[in-house]
């Protein structure tokens, strides 16, 4: 029923992490990784949250999306329902953690329900619909691509801690506009791991 | 089926069974079973079921901690001392924390969760506030957006300081599904232990403010929450300098027709800055001007800020600040008994205040207000 790409699990899941970076390669999701890299800690709790919400929500949105959408014929409406999806499974995760891990839901604190309007998430899953993937691939492209976000908020966190205690920023750059400039950079980085897998 | 129906349907179908989920699972998960609350030392121990905010649990058992937005992390009221460990302090409670109320735990309980059993510190005089069964007695226009509403107590009586406020208990009405409370200075004297008289003036879209402007009617049956506040006269021969805009009007009447009526504090003088726009929002001023008239130490300053020429206003002109600063600097005498200052109003107006009292020599220790946000 579906035309999966022939990708590999691992392939597909280093991609994600290192060519394909969800926020360096394809810049979303920027708006919250500016805002949070400022502080290490919280920078790890939304790493985490992000990286869940993602991998669970790809999961269910396709299920959603190849046992509803697809034989509905109402892929005009997938933004729509996506949204929903995400925003209610955000809505549970949030209370699953509440009732089973209060350490972890304090640390991960406001940031759960933020993420619901994090548009990672949402790029993630149009992505997995574009290119068609299996629901393994799905799972795996939805894991690797928070894992993405993760390890590039806690890159640009470290990066930010050294910068804050560097006073050789001109004072017009500080803040924002190094953190833009440091991000242009690293993306430029990321573009080195390009010629290993390439993923479309 | 109708290609056209096929979409919506799918969107609504798949809300509904996401919200159903989300309901099984908040009566699945949110459920900690009874926990104990055991209040300043075991002195008083409640059983109540976990799984909701401390404030709101508390109000369950009649005790009423002051809260003056209803729970929602806003005024920054409700504070209370937690000694069980409910872990780090939230972001929505650290804008309202000192660091020394971060240091002994003092914390939000409308952000605190009940969930196992916890030792929380009151204040005694908590346990002294009631819920009072009311009905409304009158309602009556002041100016074209503020009611004065009088409740009479069904049973019983309420003893209050003036300057003090009650919540108002606004039940389900129209679109909003849930009963949410507000806070409303009292403007009756304290001597009427049967009454309750509060100024409401009708902001656009607010819950509490909308329900008793559009549906409350005489004969209702309200509930009340108090008495609550510090806000009060301090016991110093210092002058009392007020102020106060719209309804902020409401704790100072109490406060002037209770000291003319007691002559309480006789060393003290009395300014009255009242401010408004025009005078359609302008009131009480025959009334006030009367009080003065017969009391030598009441002054009052009444200041419109846009009056129009046919209005024919012989008082003060310009913003009830702009009037407060030229009475400090050139009217009133700077005696040794020194100034006190005392406001309540929006906190825009509470801020400039404050400023401009500074400016004139008034330390921050000695200005007096509850903010209502």
């Not at chain 1, 993602?54 to 299920?63: R, Y």
């Not at chain 1, 549970?92 to 640390?107: G, K, N, Q, T, V």
């Not at chain 2, 998960?29 to 649990?57: A, F, M, Q, R």
């Amino acid at each position: 029923m579906i035309d999966a790409p022939s990708v590999g699990l691992l392939s597909l899941f280093l991609a994600s992490i290192l060519t394909s970076n969800v926020l360096l390669a394809n810049f979303l999701g920027t708006c919250s990784f500016i805002s949070i890299s400022k502080d290490f800690k919280s920078s790890m709790g939304l790493g985490v949250a992000v990286t869940l919400v993602i991998g669970i929500t790809a999961a269910v949105c396709w299920a959603v999306l190849y046992f509803i959408i697809q034989p509905l014929g109402i892929e005009y409406l997938s933004f729509i329902i996506f949204i929903i999806v995400i925003a209610g499974v955000v809505q549970m995760l949030e209370m699953i953690i509440d009732r089973f891990s209060p350490a972890l839901y304090l640390a991960l604190g406001i940031f759960l329900p933020l993420i619901t309007v994090n548009c990672a998430v949402l790029g993630v899953i149009l992505f997995m619909q574009i290119r068609k993937y299996n629901f393994p691939q799905a799972v795996i492209f939805g894991f690797g691509s928070g894992a993405g976000w993760w390890l590039a908020i806690m890159l640009l966190a470290s990066i930010r801690k050294k910068l804050d205690s560097n006073n050789a920023i001109p004072a017009g750059l500080k803040g924002t506009g190094i953190t833009l400039i440091t991000i242009g950079f690293m993306a430029m980085a990321f573009v080195g791991f390009s010629g290993m897998i390439a993923v479309q | 089926m109708s290609p056209i129906l096929v979409g919506p349907l799918t969107v609504a179908g798949i809300s509904t069974v996401l919200a159903l989920i989300i309901a099984v699972l908040d009566k699945a998960l949110n459920n900690y079973g009874d926990v104990e609350i055991s209040i300043n030392g075991g002195e008083k121990k409640l059983e109540v079921k976990g799984g909701s905010p401390l404030l709101s649990t508390l109000a369950a058992e009649n005790i009423f901690v002051p809260s003056a937005c209803g729970g929602r992390g806003t005024c920054g009221a409700c504070k209370c001392k937690v000694i069980s460990d409910v872990g780090p302090h939230l972001p929505t409670e650290l804008p309202f924390m000192s660091p020394d109320e971060i240091a002994h735990n003092v914390r939000l309980s409308c952000q605190v969760k009940v969930r196992k059993n916890i030792e929380i510190e009151l204040p005694r005089e908590l346990f002294s506030i009631k819920k009072y069964k009311t009905h409304v007695e009158k309602i009556r226009d002041v100016t074209h957006d503020i009611k004065e509403v009088l409740f009479a107590l069904d049973s019983g009586e309420i003893d209050f300081v003036s300057g003090q406020y009650v919540q108002l208990v606004v039940p389900p009405y129209g679109d909003i599904r849930e009963s949410t409370q507000r806070a409303y200075s009292m403007s009756s004297k304290p001597s009427d232990k049967k009454h309750v008289e509060l100024l409401i003036r009708l902001v656009p879209g607010g819950i509490a403010t909308t329900w008793v402007h559009k549906f409350l009617k005489e004969g209702d049956a309200v509930e009340l929450v108090g008495p609550f506040g510090e806000f009060r006269v301090h016991d110093t021969p210092a002058a009392m300098i007020c102020v106060a805009g719209g309804s902020g009007m409401a704790p100072f009447k109490s406060i002037f027709y209770n000291l003319y009526e007691t002559n309480a504090f006789p060393e003290k003088d009395i300014w009255y800055f009242f401010g408004a726009r025009t005078s359609k929002d302008m009131f009480y001023l025959e009334e006030l001007r009367e009080l003065q008239a017969k009391w030598p130490r009441f002054h009052l300053v009444a200041a419109l800020s846009e009056p129009s020429p046919e209005e024919n206003w012989a008082g003060d002109t310009g913003l009830i600040t702009d009037v407060l600063d030229r009475y400090l600097q050139t009217v009133i005498p700077k005696k040794d008994k020194g100034w006190e200052g005392y406001l309540c109003g929006s906190p825009g107006m509470i801020n400039a205040c404050i400023n401009v009292m500074k400016k004139n020599g008034i330390t921050e220790d000695k200005i007096y207000y509850d903010k209502f946000a």
